[in-house]
């Protein structure tokens, strides 16, 4: 397994039914081989690979999004778990808007970072809420047997799992993240020459 060090450039792969869809460079926050934390500054470039893509071309890619914006994104990656919390702020003052239950593929390790596929699928809990709504049901529903042909009840179980365990008071993250800062030297990182190149696997 290749573990990473704070500060280390770690690029995030999406590969959808055997192509790559998409990829971005991010920096290591920590890595203890179960939890890996990484953030992606403001200004972080997008990269959309050419290929047949039968489910059609990354969405942001057809919305001309090239670049991450705003305060810049924490992402919190367990092995073997279907799902990431993504941490975001905004306005001058950096406010925490809440927690992100991000459903995607378990990380797949690489030499330069991971691979994964995003689910559409989300449950978001804002900083304040009572509780937590789903979020892209529709978009799901469209789109979920086209790109994740055959998983589309895995995905909406394991959206039903994380569910279950907030109702039941579950929290298997630190909530001191909510105030984390990012290191002030740390800049948009560019993807390093071969990353397209770097063997990929299909789930």
Known sequence: ????????TVVRREVIRGELWFASPSI????????LVTYQPPGSPFAFPDGEFPAGRHPWDLAGH???QGHGLLSLHWADVDHAIFVFWTGPERRFTGWYFNLQDAPRRTPIGFDTLDHELDIVWPAGA??????????????GE??????????QAEGDRIAA???????????????????????????????????????
């Open 1 to 8: 397994m290749t573990l990473f060090r704070p500060g280390d």
């Open 28 to 35: 290591c926050v920590q890595d203890d081989g179960d939890l």
């Open 66 to 68: 090239r670049s991450w």
């Open 130 to 143: 009572p509780s937590w709504e789903w979020k892209d049901v529709e978009e799901f529903a469209r789109t």
């Open 146 to 155: 086209l790109r994740y042909p055959g998983r589309v009840s895995e995905i």
């Open 165 to 203: 365990r907030l109702d039941a008071g579950a929290r298997w993250w630190d909530e001191s993240w909510a105030t984390w800062e990012p290191d002030p030297s740390w800049t948009p990182r560019a993807l390093p020459d071969g990353w397209e190149s770097v063997p990929w696997a299909n789930r």
